[in-house]
Each structure stands twice: as C-alpha cells, then as structure tokens.
C-alpha cells in the first residue's frame, strides 16, 4: 500500500522536474540566438547627409606649356665648333647659341667680296666707256651702232656687279648663320647640341621657352563646351606644390575639335614671375561655372560602384539598406547626390564593401 502511495507522488514530481527543463532550455536557446544575432551584426560609422554649399565647376587634367617655345636647329649642314649655354639658362633675344665651324663660309664670303670689288671696277669701266661714247654720238663723231655696243656692254657689267653682290650677301649670310642665336627671349631647354657633332638642317638642338607666363592645356568635351568661355577665371594646383593654388584665365579655346579626340583644345594663361611653373608638369585645373548653390553631398568613402551604378546603404531599424543614387561631382573627399537620397538619412562610411542589403548593422558612437 505504501509502495503505490509512492508511486503516485513520483508521476507529479517526474513533470515539475521535465517542465523545469523544458523552460529552462528555452531561455537559454532565447540567450544563444541572442548573442548570435549581436554576434553577426557589423559595427559601422554612420554620417548624416547634409546640404552643403557648392560652387558649381568642371575639373580638368591638363599639362603646362611656355608662353613661347622656339626649337632652335641649324640651316645648313655642318659640324659644332662651340655650344654656347646650357639647360635653364636665360638668354636673350640674339644671344649666340651654337656656333659651327666657319673656316670655308669665311673664305667663300671674303672670295665673294673680291667678285663684288671686280665687278664694281668692270662695270665703272664700262660706264665710262659709254658715258664717252654718248658725247661722241651727240656729237655725230661715231655711229650708233658703235653707242649700242657700248651700251651692251654696261648692261652685261651691271648684270655681273648685280649677281656678284647678290652672291657676296649670300655669302655673308651663310657666315652669319654659322653662329645660331635665340629668336626670343626665354630660358634654354632640351639641350641635345655637342661639341663635333654634325648636324643637319631642321634638326632640333634646343630649345628656347619664354616661361614668363605659362599656359595650363587642358582638353574640353563637346557636352561641356557651352560652360567654357574665354575670360572664365580657373584654379590650377600642381603636385609639385600641395596646398598651394595659381589664379590663370582661359585665353585660348581651338573653335574646331581634334580628329582623333573630338575635343576642343583650351589655353589657360597663368603668371609665372617667380618661375615655379615649368613646362610639361601636370597640372589639375578647376572652372567656375557658376554661382554658390546648396547641394546634397555625402563622403566619397559611402559609395560604393557596381556595373556602372552608384550605391549608399542607408541605417534603418538596425539594418543596412541599400539605396541607388545618382551622384554629380567630386569636390575634396565628398561627392554630389543629385537623386536617391533624402537630407538627414544616416550614411554608413566603412565597411560598405563587406555589406549586403539588410545586414545587421551597430552604429558606433
């Protein structure tokens, strides 16, 4: 009797004990979720989007050029005797270059002097002669005949003094070219030309580059070019000086587009009095288009490209959603969202290329 009394109590107390279980296993089940959906959430930083002001621009990459900028060769073949100035020296307009071995230009021009000198004596005797020979026409003493002979002859003496002269000029120009001088003011560059070497017409030696003033050369597409007038102001920086920016005005602009590009070659004139710009650095230029307008920006670090298009993912309710937007331009370390996106949404900027639409997001402080 006592065994089944016991028997009966061990049936309630088998189910507390289960029930107690069960619930037990639950709530830690509860906590193992828990901890696995904190567990697999990314700690990211969030920006809110914000209007911003904005003064409307075309970026350029372009490459500066001198104001002028002579090749210097010879005009005529010949061997260098002397090579008068380096690279980076100024000189002025005039100023002897290169000169090439001379000794058989001066012998060809002191020869031609001499024909000018026997010319000029034939043909002041042959004036004479005719001189003569008129007053004895005019005073019927010889024939005319003889006065046109006469008068043949000064002509042929005229002809060679003419030809003589012009051969002397010749001459001495040839001379005179020998010794290669700088057609404007500038400073050298390019060097090629040594001493011995021979050299033949138009082949360059140097140059010379008026570095006065430098053109910033950028090329402009046809969708832009309405936005590109002459007289437009533009900031040009150059690596070669951070921080630093050079004021230049557009000067040039090439009314027809180049063949292969289908771009419009454009000349920004920048002051170069202190000489820092040279020729052939690369140079960022930036155009004002218009006036200062409010626009929506985010940091360039929140977007992310894929296929052509440009994507943010917004925080909403814990989770990263992400939202297609369409972007403008790129000023310093923000970029213009021109659709897309609404002012105030929370922007996440790291860890966006480790996302997907929906992960589990905590927004560190």
């Given amino acids: 009797m006592k065994k089944q009394k016991l028997k009966y109590w061990a049936v309630p107390a088998l189910l507390i004990v289960g029930l107690a279980i069960f619930l037990r296993s639950g709530v830690y089940a509860g906590d193992k979720t ?42 005529f073949s010949g061997r260098i005797a002397e090579v008068m100035v380096q690279d980076g020296q100024q000189v002025k307009a005039g100023d002897p270059l290169i000169r090439l071995e001379d000794v058989e230009l001066s012998n060809s021009a002191r020869q031609a002097g001499e024909a000018v000198r026997k010319a000029q004596i034939n043909y002041d005797l042959a004036k004479n002669d005719y001189d003569r020979y008129l007053r004895l026409y005019e005073k019927g003493a010889i024939s ?19 030809s003589a002269v012009a051969s002397q000029n010749s001459a001495e120009q040839q001379l005179a070219n020998s010794t290669i001088t700088a057609p404007v003011d500038g400073v050298v560059a ?69 063949s292969g590009s289908r771009m419009f070659r454009t000349k920004i004139k920048l002051d170069n009095s202190s000489g820092e710009l040279k020729p052939g650095m690369f140079a960022n230029v930036n155009l004002i288009t218009g006036d200062s307008v409010k626009v929506l920006t985010v940091p360039q670090s929140a977007v992310i490209q894929k296929q052509g298009l440009y994507y943010v993912f917004q925080v909403e309710d814990g989770k990263a959603v992400r939202k297609q937007i369409e972007t403008g331009q790129v000023t310093g370390s923000t970029i213009l969202v021109k659709s897309g996106l609404e002012p105030g949404a929370q922007v996440i900027t790291t860890s966006v290329n480790r996302l997907k639409d929906g992960d589990a997001v905590r927004a560190l402080p």
């Fill in 34 to 75: 828990q901890a696995a959906n904190t567990q697999t959430s990314v700690s990211v930083k969030v920006v809110q989007a914000d209007y911003s002001d904005s003064i409307p621009s075309l970026s350029f990459n372009g490459s500066l050029e001198g104001q002028t900028s002579a090749t210097i060769s010879a005009k």
């Fill in 144 to 162: 005319a005949q003889q006065l046109e002979n006469t008068s043949a002859k000064l002509k042929i003496a005229e002809a060679d003094l003419s």
């Fill in 190 to 258: 390019n060097k090629t030309a040594t001493i011995g070497q021979v050299v033949s017409p138009g082949a360059a030696l140097l140059t010379v580059q008026d570095i006065s003033q430098v053109y910033a050369v950028i090329n402009v597409e046809q969708k832009n070019l309405g936005m590109v007038k002459e007289g437009q102001t533009a900031s040009v920086t150059l690596d070669a000086y951070p921080g630093k920016t050079f004021e230049g005005v557009v000067e040039v602009m090439n009314p027809e587009a180049g």
